[in-house]
């Protein structure tokens, strides 16, 4: 009889301990899978970015600017080719609310014009950072591609300051464009003023930097627009050499907010060392590059 009674004791012992378990619940105590620390660590998601769709790019250039950026275009003789030289062609994408373009390519008497213009849509995939500041850092990296150089009259100002500036980086070496400039610019001074004429435009009329109508080499050379945009900048290459016709490339690229647009502008003469102008070439650029920015605003 005693075992009898020792049993119903431990039974007696076990229930009330379950009930003690149990009853902690019930005046507002946390069970034991809660976890106080949840509601402190959520997050707001960081805002969308402007843009959810992208315009059409072949379609939103207009007829007029066509004809300046490409003179051969009204030269064409038939008017299907013409309409077709007109409509561009689309550049292959599997998403056109993430990423689309158009090139036009058209030869005239006097030289070979291409466009390309491009519209990519960025989007976040970290609900922390905004579709605008990944922009942002995308398009900080496609500036620091373009390798411009740094501006003369910072250059200028640092050698006042007895900083020894250059056109240089953090390194201290000369940006490849910045020399290229300067190289080309010291031998068309020498070359004028030995008083012997030059034999090809090439060796007098040189790069983006060079100056023409009155325009310096800083208003030229690959730079950063402040005027255009979030943030934008322009770039000018001159390519080949005075046994062949120099090819010159304008890029103009800019964002605004979560979208990224790239203006690439080329011309090649069809005339062996006649060189395009920069200063008409960076200014059709920029007017188109202004007129797509009207067009996302609206």
Known sequence: MQRKAYVTGVAALLAALLAGCTGGSDDGGATDDSNPGDA???????????????????????????????????????????????????????????KVGCRWKVESTEATDHLFVDFERVVSYDKTVSDDSEAEQLFAKQQEAADLPVPTSSVAADADSGEG?????????????????????????????SGSPSSSSTSSVPSASSSTDGVTSAELQPRVLDDLGDEAFLDDEL???????????????FRTSNVIVRIVYEEQPATVGAVPDSEEMQDSARNLAAQLADALAE
């Open 239 to 253: 390519g080949g050499s005075g046994s062949t016709a120099q090819q010159r490339t304008v890029t103009v690229a």
């Open 165 to 193: 500036g250059s056109s240089a980086g953090p390194s201290g070496s000369p940006s490849p464009k910045a020399s290229a400039s300067a190289s080309t610019s010291t031998s068309s001074t020498s070359s004028g003023s």
């Open 40 to 98: 402190g660590t959520a997050t707001a998601a960081a805002e969308p970015g402007r843009y959810r769709t992208l315009p059409e790019p072949c379609g939103v250039i207009d007829e007029d600017t066509l004809d300046a950026l490409l003179p051969g275009i009204k030269q064409i003789p038939d008017a299907e080719q013409q309409e077709k030289a007109y409509e561009g062609t689309p550049t292959l994408t599997f998403d056109t609310d993430r």
